[in-house]
């Protein structure tokens, strides 16, 4: 079945960008039916959903981050990224990449992401 | 605060059921028959449980059903268990401009 797994910095510091990297298995990131997703938690908060890409490379973003996000994909690697620029405090939270549009099934396990002063 | 609406917990015995809402503040937040409910046991993945509001995926309990009545979704856990204790959230795709909300989780306490 797919599996999804997060990797990238735990620590990034204030005002530079935060970049992840989701690795997709059992799936393949340039199937024509599917979208890949990322979605963030803070801690004690509540999800919210950051962007996805399609693996045309169409991409579609939260309007309250539309302007420091970047989703792309890599159908070599068979993985697909998230940059997210001048990060502050607020963007600190667990990320995770799911496989979806509107249903996110599978989801990875997350991986925490905390933005230093 | 969250476009979704749930309450922050919701608590039940063994055996019985519960109800979560799910309500959405905007009129196009909830208005469209794509809504999901995924269960998060913390440190571990998410899980959807429903989609499309009533839609149980393959493997998922029939013990889990949900609902939709106006902008209010809702997911009925009936026959309680220990393992049902976890955080749940509903998602509704919301349009072309905002694409998905989440509500802001509601947590399952098994007494």
């Known amino acids: 079945q797919v599996q999804l797994q997060e990797s990238g910095p735990g620590l990034v510091k204030a005002s530079q960008t935060l970049s992840l990297t989701c690795s997709v298995s059992?799936?393949?990131?340039?199937?024509?039916?599917?979208?890949w997703s990322w979605i963030r938690q803070p801690a004690g908060k509540g999800l919210e959903w950051v962007g996805r890409?399609?693996?045309?490379?169409?991409?579609y973003y939260n309007p309250s981050l539309k302007s420091r996000v970047t989703i792309s994909v890599d159908t070599s690697r068979n993985q697909f990224s998230l940059r997210l620029t001048s990060v502050t405090a607020t963007d600190t939270a667990v990320y995770y990449c799911?496989?979806?549009?509107?249903?996110?099934?599978?989801w990875g396990q997350g991986t925490l992401v905390t933005v230093s002063s | 605060q969250s476009d979704l609406t749930q309450p922050a917990s919701v608590s039940g015995s063994p055996g019985q059921s519960i109800t979560i809402s799910c309500t959405g503040l905007?009129?196009?937040?909830?208005?469209?028959?794509?809504v999901s409910w995924y269960q998060h046991h913390p440190g571990k993945a998410p899980k959807v449980i429903i989609s499309?509001?009533?839609n149980r995926p393959s493997g998922v309990s029939n013990r889990f059903s949900g609902s939709k009545s106006g902008n209010t979704a809702s997911l009925t856990i009936s026959g309680l268990q220990a393992d049902d204790e976890a955080d749940y959230y509903c998602?509704?795709?919301?349009?072309?401009?905002?694409?998905?909300?989440f509500g802001g989780g509601t947590k399952v306490t098994v007494l």
């Open positions: 998602s509704s795709y919301a349009g072309t401009s905002i694409f998905v909300l």
């Open positions: 499309d509001v009533s």
């Open positions: 059992g799936g393949s990131v340039a199937s024509a039916t599917d979208h």
């Open positions: 905007r009129s196009d937040s909830i208005g469209y028959n794509f």
């Open positions: 890409i399609h693996a045309s490379g169409s991409t």
């Open positions: 799911a496989r979806g549009r509107v249903v996110f099934d599978p």
